[in-house]
């Protein structure tokens, strides 16, 4: 009987502390009166940090959080710290940024969805975040092998975070995929507003020019439509938007000399699915027309073998690159996929789990010539390293023997619109107005 009643006692206290926590945890939520809960398969740290840029230029106190390539808390200041994880991701980590968030007097909080699993994704909405506004940034063939196995499943997924009692706004333009969303809306009782067309043209060469790397028409017409949902005029909040931290993982292009010769390096390891992956391969291969090889640096992961298999597959689809660096881990399954794909196993090098010397001493096995890099497939581990590679060090020297290098002066990154190919010699842009426009600003 002893051992009973104690047991009952701390079952009983066990109860008590739980509630009281979850009563703790809603009180802080509710003290700040706009959420914003944003999902997707493309665009959400991006999309992330430009709601909460527009909404801090129109005077509202703005917190957020970023998942993406690199997880950041970003406090109302615009200052930005990383996301300590003592283990692996764990979606209980956004309450610690709700208590940062309460702490720093947010009155309004835009978290990026980081769950994958179709139940934590509406488990994050309903018990975590309580967004008053949902944010889907599009709903694409991704993560097949959970979210799966179609697109519109993946669609049916993502809506597992739409706010109850709240509004929806989403950048998604196929109909059955609008038709998914809008239902799970209706289900929770929130307005639905899709993005047009006219919406996303009315983002000009013009806008798009402000930012400092290369962002998406999709996802500036999305977050200002956010932005005006909570009273922030449009020209303030695009404002705000030009002077925000861009997301690590943010798309820009690098350029080296090596032999004289100019090396171009896309960092599209972000834009992990194969439709993204396919716009970008199509704009960079217009956007060098001088170069002499195209090079698709993919970068594998082994727990990502749905996105190995999809991506060979577009790959052989693109037009083709003269070369395929494949990198990472778990390579054979993108390997063996490419081969039965058509594509000649003379253009694949597999440098496994390789230094970025190493990857472009691969590159450089052929003669040296102009040459255009993109990085693709995922950006941890080798990825990231190529991309930092890039970005932060001195002009690369090729070890091949037959090779001879001459350091560019400077490092320089390229700023670009998806509409721009030229620039003009100072690094103005350039030809605005004819949609033709690139920035040249030197790198940090």
Not at 52 to 64: F, P, Q
Not at 366 to 390: C, H, K, R, W, Y
Request: proline letters at 5%.
């Amino acid at each position: 009987m002893t051992g009973t009643l104690v047991l009952s006692v701390i079952a009983v206290s066990t109860c008590l502390a739980f509630a009281a926590e979850a009563w703790v945890y809603r009180r802080r939520l509710n003290r700040i009166p706009i959420r914003v809960h944003v999902n997707g398969t493309r665009g959400k740290s991006s999309v992330t940090r430009l709601i909460a840029a527009g909404m801090r230029a129109g005077g509202i106190r703005t917190c957020a959080k970023t998942t993406g390539t690199l997880a950041r808390m970003i406090f109302s200041d615009g200052n930005e710290v990383p996301v300590f994880r003592p283990s692996r991701a764990n979606v209980i980590e956004q309450k610690r940024v709700v208590r940062a968030a309460n702490s720093d007097n947010a009155e309004a909080l835009v978290i990026e969805c980081m769950a994958l699993q179709p139940v934590l994704q509406s488990v994050c909405e309903l018990k975590l975040v309580r967004s008053t506004i949902g944010v889907i940034t599009n709903a694409r063939a991704d993560h097949l092998d959970v979210m799966g196995p179609t697109r519109l499943d993946v669609a049916r997924a993502l809506a597992g975070t739409t706010p109850v009692g709240g509004r929806m706004f989403t950048a998604e333009n196929r109909v059955d995929s609008l038709g998914v969303l809008e239902s799970a809306s209706t289900d929770r009782g929130s307005k639905f507003d899709a993005i047009s067309a006219n919406e996303v043209d009315d983002v000009t060469p013009e806008m798009l020019a402000g930012f400092s790397y290369l962002e998406h028409a999709e996802n500036v017409a999305l977050a200002l439509r956010v932005c005006e949902s909570v009273g922030v005029d449009r020209r303030i909040a695009l404002a705000g938007m030009w002077k925000a931290t861009p997301d690590p993982g943010a798309m820009r292009v690098f350029r080296h000399h090596v032999s004289d010769t100019p090396w171009y390096f896309v960092n599209a390891f972000a834009a992990n699915d194969p439709e993204s992956t396919a716009q970008i391969w199509e704009t960079a291969y217009e956007r060098f027309p001088g170069v002499v090889r195209r090079v698709a640096v993919m970068n594998c992961r082994v727990d990502r073998p749905d996105r190995s298999t999809t991506m060979a597959d577009a790959c052989a689809q693109w037009r083709p690159a003269d070369s395929y660096i494949v990198s990472g881990t778990g390579t054979d399954i993108f390997l063996r996929r490419l081969l039965k794909r058509g594509v000649s196993s003379d253009r694949i090098i597999c440098v496994g789990d390789a230094s970025p010397e190493e990857i472009l001493d691969a590159v450089a096995r052929q003669p040296i010539e102009s040459t255009m890099l993109m990085g693709i497939g995922n950006v941890a581990g080798p990825g990231m390293a190529l991309a930092d590679f890039f970005r932060n060090s001195e002009p690369w020297m090729p070890t091949v023997e037959t090779s001879t290098v001459e350091t560019l002066p400077q490092n320089h990154v390229l700023a670009t619109t998806p509409f721009d190919s030229a620039a003009d010699s100072t690094g103005g842009v350039t030809d605005v107005a004819s949609a033709n426009t690139l920035e040249l600003v030197e790198a940090r």
